[in-house]
């Protein structure tokens, strides 16, 4: 009976001596640190976009009823105009590092008007009724606010009549080709909602009128002359906001 026990006491030291010997070098072991989860991809300005636009808008028309007088024979008037519009805007960007190039569309209905006594006519109206612009961007990122310049090809639906005190007034309709350029901020507020502010000056130019309703119409070295002239500028100032469709995200590259 002693020899049985002997012997189990000397398996129960064996084994304790065995864990205790496991343990020690497992404890010699260097612990393996968790893999780190992978960054988030960087946000980028690259992709297609959509967005809406609200604003308002003041204007300066200038109406020359005898635009072929010397200038100081000249009879003209300038006015003010002022309303809201809005609209919608679509366009594309490209980032390359800190620069953003992109080309835009944008179509507003608008309600610019204004008005003015205007001699030898009782008075004289103006209004906008519609404009656009296919513009280029440039600008420059600070992480996800973008600084930008913009301007291109501008058009307009113009509309003025001149009252001469007879009940029909004479309408006029000018859908004429001009420019614009301006400038603006807008922040990604997430990787696909951006919030825009931007201030645009438009110019239609000088656009001729011919009306024999205001009598013969003048005749100058043969040529037909105009019997009165409006020139139209606008500035507007918008919000706007759009959602952009993403694109490839910018390579990021993991510091382990």
């Known amino acids: 009976m002693n020899q049985a026990f002997l012997r189990r006491l000397i398996a129960s030291l064996a084994g304790i001596c065995l864990t205790a010997g496991a343990t020690a070098l497992a404890a010699d072991l260097p612990l393996r640190a968790p893999e780190p989860l992978p960054p988030p991809p960087a946000f980028t300005w690259t992709g297609a976009y959509f967005g809406v636009q609200v604003g308002g808008g003041w204007g300066q028309t200038t109406i020359n009823t005898v635009p072929y007088a010397p200038a100081f024979f000249a009879l003209s008037e300038t006015f003010q105009s002022s309303g809201v519009f809005g609209g919608i805007h679509l366009g594309y960007n490209i980032q390359t590092g800190p620069l953003v190039l992109g080309l835009q569309a944008e179509y507003n209905f608008s309600g610019i008007t204004g008005n003015d006594a ?3 006519f009782a008075s004289a109206t103006n209004s906008i009724r519609q404009f656009g612009s296919v513009d280029a961007r440039v600008g420059f990122t600070f992480d996800r606010l973008l600084v930008y310049a ?3 090809f501008a058009y307009a639906d ?3 009549s001149l009252q001469t005190g007879s ?7 000018s859908s004429a ?8 901020l807008e ?3 997430t990787d696909n909602w951006t919030a825009r502010a931007e201030y645009r000056y438009y110019n239609w130019g000088t656009k001729s009128f011919y009306d024999a309703a205001y009598g013969p119409l003048p005749v100058l070295f043969g040529t037909t002359v105009p019997n009165h002239t409006a020139k139209e ?3 507007t100032a918008r919000i706007g906001l759009t959602y952009k469709f993403g694109g490839p995200a910018a390579p990021v590259v993991a510091r382990y």
């Open 118 to 120: 205007l001699y030898p």
């Open 150 to 152: 913009i301007g291109g």
């Open 158 to 160: 113009i509309r003025h």
């Open 167 to 173: 009940p029909s007034p004479r309408y006029f309709i």
């Open 177 to 184: 080709p001009g420019w614009d350029v301006g400038a603006g």
């Open 187 to 189: 922040y990604a507020l």
């Open 233 to 235: 500028t606008l500035q």
